[in-house]
């Protein structure tokens, strides 16, 4: 009867035992399916836009660089540098933009991957004529251009590169990235097709992109435009030479509109409307930094929205 008793008491603990080795088994198994494949430190607003469609659930997103800071000045605190290192990828703009990244690339090494984002968008170089207005010295003429996101097909295909970089890391989940970035691709092209037909309502004799400086070459490209920067992002050494070549340019052309920059210094701007009387259009994002539109979406429409209420009618 003792014994017994043991004995069913025995069993009901196995039981119990089992009970709660399963319970384990599937609580364990469903924090490994819920847990991120990779952790991504991102150095730029619209990259961090970027990795959050293409890594959907399967990765956590570091934002380095937020929103609204100046990416022409950003350079990665020592408490950045931490968060970098214990992520498994570094994703950067690239194409020049980071000045300081082969030092950290060097700093990194071993323990997260540096991926460019930028190195899978065809370059547009600086002219000379544009340089003057670039984002600081290192980027003189015939360096890249960094600014390229504002190419919306060159964002798509950025997404099919980070993708397979996502996938190298994480093999786990490379269909998933590989899909997330074919989905985000379709949207992106949707995008582009509607900037377009956006555009197409300003006259070509209109479509001169007058702005501050000289960020704008990836737009002007593959929207057909030509770009007019007429100032640096802060004050800087204006040529004088070149601001009576950009006035000249803008009387001859009969360029109607100047677009103000957000987060640029308008001064040089602005004696450039006092000297020709053209209108001041509405603020143009040109860094990708704005802390009200921090989707890629809604910098481009943004963008579109502002050169369309200048130019078109
Ligand atoms: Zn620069
Ligand atoms: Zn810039």
Known sequence: MHQSAIAGSGSSIRKAL???????????????SSRAGL???????????????????????????KAGED??????????????????ILLASGKGLELYLPRLRKALSGSTRVI????????????AKDALFACCPEHAA??????WWHSVSGMKRAAAYVAREFGK???????????????????????????KREISRIPRSKRYLVTAHAAFG???????????PVAGPSEGNVSSKYLAEAIGQIRKNSVSVAFPE????????????????????KALIADGSESSTSTYRAFIEHNIKVIISGLAG
């Open 18 to 32: 089992i009970l709660l080795g399963l319970s384990l088994g599937i609580i364990i198994a469903s924090l490994a």
């Open 39 to 65: 952790e991504v430190a991102t150095l730029h607003p619209m990259v961090t836009d970027l990795a959050r469609e293409v890594g959907g659930k399967h990765v956590i997103v570091f934002p380095l660089m």
């Open 71 to 88: 990416i022409h000045n950003f350079r990665p605190s020592s408490s950045d540098m931490a968060r970098a290192r214990s992520a498994d």
């Open 116 to 127: 460019e984002a930028g190195n899978a968008v065809r370059s547009v170089k600086l002219s």
């Open 142 to 147: 015939g360096s890249i251009d960094p600014h």
């Open 169 to 195: 890391t994480d093999p786990a989940n490379k269909d998933a990235y590989t899909s997330n970035a074919r989905v985000w691709g379709k949207k992106l092209d949707a995008l582009e097709t509607w900037a």
């Open 218 to 228: 990836y737009f002007c490209r593959d929207f057909g435009f030509v770009s007019i």
């Open 262 to 281: 957000i987060n640029a210094n308008p001064r040089a701007l602005d004696s450039i409307i006092k000297t020709t009387g053209i209108r001041r259009g």
